[in-house]
């Protein structure tokens, strides 16, 4: 009897122990604190295209490329330019956090061989994020960055120094993927749930080291020479000749569609405040240069867009609050050209324009960093440019119609132009004139695209050229505050949080108006 007594209590203690287990309310099976790199790397993927497509496209489109509607008010800081330490926060923010993830991938492969190929992915896209930060607000934590607890008063490193490290993991995370490549029965490949980028069909790591070829070349070329980088050569992989397409798999179902489709699951549009500038316009319809093939891809009842030059808010075209996305190739939801800027819910998310790539060889060569044809590389980037706004929701494009040549309309292209040195880089009589002309290029392949890199573009070599105030002449709002012969501002400020968190180390004097990024003019 004592012996079941006993056996009785036994079961009791551990009942209790379960039944204290199970209603702990304070445990989330459903949010696990530890996670793997294999998990986590799709997430930070797709995150960078969200960012970089969302965030960063959206400011540098009120700077480059489109100007308020009619209808609309309280545009504010985005008119006037007299940023605040509250403008654009969630550059800083969403970009710092994508790099967390990186960062986590990076620490928990670095031990381990067979995660080589995560560990460099970590790598080439921390360098990639790094690269989008430094260029908005120059110095930053870098060195003590991404510590959390174990310092969160991080030290601000200069934008020179981090462009020098950023080029050097590069490097490193080339040479692990060669170690991959070498003992692939020793590596645990990259797959389609785990890379949404490359390896939609097969692992393709060769395209891995020419993305990171591609961006070790945009931060030499950006630096200017003003970075004493360890290493100015390139992996013989090449750089991207392809565009460098995301998707996770963008299913017309909340939350899950491509973060910049302009209408919701149930086909109703989102509002638009936005139209064309008169500016970027100019770039398609003749004033500056023909472009009557891109302009119909591009933009809404092209040659007729409505248009407007940033800031004027008493009689813009058209003058209400009924204004459409003039982006948008197509009449509703379900009804509208898969080509241009919106090609689908299910569209992929572009994280360098093959474009991008070929324009940053033809500016390389021109200025000696590299060898090769810049002639060739200029003209291999505006065909880039058309078959890229041609490629469907698919990323492929059409054996038919209207969007089925890209290549035979950029040939007609050049020669619609053929006497003007925008478009005829043979024209171009001095390595500054090829480097307006590839510059000015760069600007109309990004439109509504990545305009943040157009407006780097632009502070980096005032490319494409200001002439005047008019609104075909410059991008700079009528109300601008800024005070430079532009009219531009130079940067935003650091974030309030950094204010508030870390004040003792931010930079002093900074002025939106007049402080500089390193390699800016």
């Not at 560990?119 to 960055?145: C, E, G, S």
Request: aromatic share 12%; net charge neutral.
């Amino acid at each position: 009897m004592k012996k079941h007594i006993y056996i009785l209590a036994g079961a009791a203690v551990v009942f209790s122990a379960s039944c204290k287990k199970f209603l702990n309310i304070n445990t989330n099976p459903n949010d696990p604190t530890t996670n793997t790199p294999e998990l986590v790397m799709p997430q930070a993927l797709t995150g960078t295209a969200n960012i970089v497509n969302v965030d960063y496209n959206s400011f540098g489109a009120d700077l480059m490329y489109r100007a308020n509607a009619g209808g609309f008010s309280g545009f504010g800081t985005v008119i006037s330019y007299d940023y605040t330490t509250g403008t654009a926060n969630n550059l800083w923010a969403n970009t710092l956090n994508n790099l967390e993830d990186y960062k986590y991938i990076k620490d928990k492969t670095s031990s381990n061989p067979k995660l080589v190929y995560y560990n460099a992915v970590a790598r080439i896209m921390m360098a990639h994020d790094f690269q989008l930060l430094v260029d908005q607000y120059n110095d930053m934590p870098y060195t003590d960055a991404l510590l959390g607890l174990e310092n969160i008063n991080p030290k601000y490193d200069k934008a020179q120094d981090i462009y020098k490290d950023l080029a050097a993991q590069i490097d490193t995370a080339v040479s692990l993927i060669n170690t991959g490549l070498a003992n692939p029965l020793s590596v645990q490949p990259l797959t389609t749930a785990s890379d949404p980028l490359f390896s939609q069909t097969t692992p393709n790591m060769t395209l891995w080291k020419q993305l990171a070829n591609t961006i070790k070349l945009r931060l030499i070329v950006r630096a200017g020479g003003k970075v004493q980088f360890k290493n100015t050569t390139f992996s013989s992989d090449g750089f991207l000749t392809q565009d460098a397409i995301l998707n996770p798999v963008f299913v017309k179902v909340s939350g899950k569609q491509n973060p910049i489709w302009p209408y919701s699951v149930t086909n109703t549009a989102s509002a638009s405040s936005r139209l064309p500038s008169y500016f970027s316009l100019s770039f398609y319809d003749s004033t500056k240069i023909k472009d009557t093939k891109r302009g119909v891809a591009m933009f809404k009842v092209f040659p007729g867009t409505p248009a407007n030059q940033l800031g004027n808010e008493t009689n813009p075209t058209p003058p209400n609050s009924a204004v459409p996305n003039y982006w948008f190739k197509g009449t509703s939801g379900t009804a509208y050209d898969k080509a241009g800027i919106y090609k689908g819910f299910d569209a992929g998310l572009p994280l360098i324009l093959a474009a991008e790539s070929y324009f940053l060889q033809a500016e390389a060569v021109v200025r000696g960093y590299i060898t090769g044809d810049a002639a060739t590389l200029f003209n291999k980037g505006i065909e880039a440019s058309f078959t890229y706004l041609y490629k469907d929701n698919t990323n492929t494009i059409p054996g038919t119609g209207t969007y089925s040549a890209p290549v035979a309309d950029a040939t007609a292209y050049r020669t619609t132009n053929a006497t003007n040195k925008l478009v005829n880089f043979a024209l171009a009589a001095s390595d500054e004139e090829k480097i307006e002309a590839i510059i000015t290029q760069k600007y109309i392949a990004l439109t509504m695209i990545h305009s943040h890199e157009a407006w780097n573009e632009y502070r980096r070599t005032g490319y494409p050229k200001v002439t005047g105030t008019g609104p075909t002449q410059t991008m700079a709002s009528t109300v601008s505050m800024a005070t430079r012969p532009d009219r531009m501002p130079t940067r935003i400020p650091y974030p309030i949080s950094e204010y508030n968190t870390n004040a003792s180390n931010v930079p002093t004097g900074i002025d939106k108006f007049t402080t500089l990024i390193f390699w800016a003019k």
